[in-house]
């Protein structure tokens, strides 16, 4: 788990620095003129990934005590949560008005918000396998380490959202 | 150092802390930026010490001992022999368990370097089990102590003898309530 942390703290890390870098070493304004950052789009994703949380924890609280429709409720809401934060991005990238060829600024933005995406993508894969998994009652009270595993995961990302939503889009 | 994503209720409590500490980063960078910069000096700060200083669930008790027995009329001998070992002098006439902890450093065990330690002990458990006839010779974990927890599971022993050092022998003794003593 350390390992896991260390290397997406080296790989958030290295899109980070090229994004101060691009940000404060130039001194220019973020986001350079022409370019608005869609705010309101990012930050209606950003409460939709915050209640996801919340749903997956409540899944996992859901079958600790027994609960299995619970556990699938809250795993069916987190992952159909994790879709709409998906589409909300993809939206997001087809109205925000500037493409990756345009300079420094959208090419780390796209790299900053794309990586945090992929992340995404990969904990709705896992999602949907837990959620199959939850309705064949493949989990108990006692055996849900899947459940956990896949939670620990989820936090992680909307963690590192936090991250990239405040420093790429508010500060 | 406690791991923030140690549990699904842990990491959904650490993010709660992150998105406290992002409020309070947005609201300071609101005011002004150095204070912004201020603050995101002092919550890095913070949830460091934080997850520096909150204990470890479990670290602070005692490990449990572990017993152990065999029936009456056998005498069996749990040996814990590091990697290295040439040779084992134990009591004829007894039923033998030979351990070879794959002994690894942190760094090895970081950086995946504890296979090769357990190919060493692998070696080490081959050559044992050529000399000493009749005995049955296994690799154990890194830990000395936990290779001996994990012996005792499936060998019931009368005692355990130790090819190392003072500092092996105390280790184990803390763990197990057999007479442990150095080969």
Redesign the interface.
């Known amino acids: 788990?350390?390992?896991f942390?260390a290397s997406e703290i080296m790989l958030f890390g290295s899109f980070f620095t090229a994004y101060f870098f691009v940000r404060i070493v130039n001194g220019v304004p973020w986001p350079t003129s022409p370019y608005h950052l869609p705010v309101f789009v990012a930050t209606v994703n950003t409460f939709i990934l915050?209640t996801s949380?919340a749903t997956?924890?409540w899944a996992?609280?859901s079958i600790k005590r027994g609960n299995v429709w619970g556990m699938r409720a809250g795993l069916l809401l987190t992952f159909l949560m994790g879709l709409s934060f998906l589409i909300g991005q993809l939206y997001e990238y087809m109205r925000v008005g500037f493409n990756t060829s345009d300079g420094a600024f959208p090419t780390i933005f796209f790299c900053l918000t794309g990586l945090h995406s992929c992340h995404v993508f990969i904990g709705l894969a896992i999602l949907a396998f837990m959620t199959i998994r939850a309705f064949r009652g493949h989990f108990t009270a006692e055996h849900h380490h899947g459940?956990?595993i896949g939670?620990?995961y989820w936090?992680?990302v909307?963690?590192m959202w936090?991250?990239v939503?405040?420093t790429v889009y508010?500060? | 150092m406690r791991n923030p994503l140690r549990s699904e209720a842990e990491a959904f409590r650490f993010l709660g802390v992150v998105i406290v500490g992002a409020a309070a980063i947005i609201a300071g960078a609101y005011i002004n930026t150095w204070l912004g910069v201020a603050v995101a000096v002092i919550v890095f700060g913070a949830i460091g010490w934080w997850l520096k200083h909150e204990p470890v669930p479990g670290a602070a008790e005692p490990a449990p001992v572990v017993t152990s027995g065999t029936p009456p009329g056998i005498h069996r001998v749990l040996v814990v022999a590091p990697p290295g070992t040439e040779s084992v002098t134990v009591p004829d006439g007894v039923e033998i368990l030979v351990v070879v902890p794959a002994l690894s450093s942190t760094r090895e065990a970081l950086t995946g370097a504890v296979d090769d330690r357990r190919e060493d002990a692998e070696a080490t458990a081959a050559a044992l089990e050529s000399r000493l006839h009749g005995a049955r010779v296994e690799v154990g974990a890194d830990d000395p102590a936990v290779a001996v927890e994990d012996a005792l599971r499936v060998f019931g022993a009368d005692e355990v003898l130790v090819v190392g050092d003072d500092g092996m022998v105390d280790a184990i003794r803390e763990r197990v309530a057999l007479p442990v003593s150095r080969a």
């Open positions: 788990m350390y390992l942390i915050m949380s997956m924890h996992t609280t459940v956990e939670g620990i936090h992680f909307d963690v936090i991250v939503f405040t508010i500060l």
